[in-house]
């Protein structure tokens, strides 16, 4: 079928990821960043190449939107869970590894009505505003996309793992704002931090893009299709 030919045209994604990534850790000398690209691009086009061959196609504008789900996975990846493997490694390695509790919450709604509560008085700032609608739409995509591909075809199933992710998501935050305690000269980015009400919003999030597939008439379509054949 054409279309699931063409599908692998897609791996050109991560496959100019990571040349450009190569490119530019050898045109700046950095060993580190060619590190960090080896390990996040073979996460990337693993991830990639399961989706793309999982992913089932009934045109060629599909194939425009499979391109979109793997760019997604790749903003996404880099958000919230890219490893410097690099940057620890060159890093100096000082031992007294701790968790950073100031940075975890387990406490469920803690940081939603700490949040509600400093913008009710005034207006909500930017980074605030940002910050919420980042956490409510961050795992709409990725439900939306298992829908419409039909990767996952129950809703139960594709919530779950929305549920996983937000969760393994939180794990990696955790595993790196503790490891990097154990060396100097290594930071993360801002808001790196492991927070269950983190895990809440994502995975409402999901929910969201799970009723995005519902509303729309032709995912509806295509998973009652795919149901249809399986009988």
Same mark, same amino acid.
Request: with cysteine; glycine share 6%.
């Given at each position: 079928?054409?279309?699931?030919? =063409?599908?692998?045209?897609?791996?050109? =994604?991560?496959? #100019?990821?990571?040349?450009?990534?190569?490119?530019?850790?050898?045109?700046?000398?950095?060993?580190?960043?060619?590190?960090?690209?080896?390990?996040?691009?073979?996460?990337?086009?693993?991830?990639?190449?399961?989706?793309?061959?999982?992913?089932?196609?009934?045109?060629?504008? %599909?194939?425009?939107?499979?391109?979109? $789900?793997?760019?997604?996975?790749?903003?996404?990846?880099? #958000?919230?869970?890219?490893?410097?493997?690099? %940057?620890?490694?060159?890093?100096?390695?000082?031992?007294? $590894?701790?968790?950073?509790?100031?940075?975890?919450?387990?406490?469920?709604?803690?940081?939603?009505?700490?949040?509600?509560?400093?913008?009710?008085?005034?207006?909500?700032?930017?980074?605030?505003?940002?910050?919420? #609608?980042?956490?409510?739409?961050?795992?709409?995509?990725?439900?939306?996309?298992?829908?419409? $591909?039909?990767?996952?075809?129950?809703?139960?199933?594709?919530?779950?793992?929305?549920?996983?992710?937000?969760?393994? =998501?939180?794990?990696?935050?955790?595993?790196?704002?503790?490891?990097?305690?154990? $060396?100097?000269?290594?930071?993360?980015?801002?808001?790196?931090?492991?927070? =269950?009400?983190?895990?809440?919003?994502?995975?409402?999030?999901?929910?969201?893009?799970?009723?995005?597939?519902?509303?729309?008439?032709?995912?509806?379509?295509?998973?009652?299709?795919?149901?249809?054949?399986?009988?």
């Amino acid at each position: 079928m054409k279309n699931d030919k =063409i599908r692998f045209l897609v791996l050109m =994604i991560p496959i #100019l990821y990571m040349a450009y990534g190569i490119f530019l850790a050898i045109d700046f000398g950095s060993k580190a960043e060619m590190i960090n690209v080896i390990v996040n691009g073979t996460i990337l086009g693993a991830c990639s190449i399961f989706i793309i061959w999982k992913a089932k196609l009934r045109n060629t504008v %599909d194939v425009i939107w499979l391109a979109t $789900f793997i760019l997604y996975l790749f903003i996404l990846h880099h #958000l919230v869970t890219y490893i410097s493997a690099g %940057d620890i490694l060159k890093s100096t390695y000082t031992g007294g $590894f701790h968790i950073q509790h100031e940075l975890v919450n387990l406490v469920p709604f803690t940081t939603i009505e700490n949040t509600v509560h400093q913008t009710l008085p005034t207006m909500p700032t930017m980074p605030t505003i940002i910050q919420l #609608l980042g956490n409510v739409l961050l795992l709409a995509p990725l439900t939306f996309f298992l829908l419409y $591909f039909q990767i996952t075809k129950r809703i139960g199933m594709t919530l779950l793992l929305a549920l996983f992710i937000s969760t393994g =998501i939180e794990l990696v935050q955790f595993l790196q704002t503790t490891i990097i305690t154990g $060396f100097s000269g290594i930071t993360l980015p801002e808001n790196r931090s492991t927070d =269950i009400d983190d895990i809440i919003l994502n995975t409402l999030s999901g929910l969201l893009g799970v009723l995005a597939a519902l509303c729309i008439p032709s995912v509806r379509k295509r998973k009652k299709i795919t149901l249809k054949w399986e009988k």
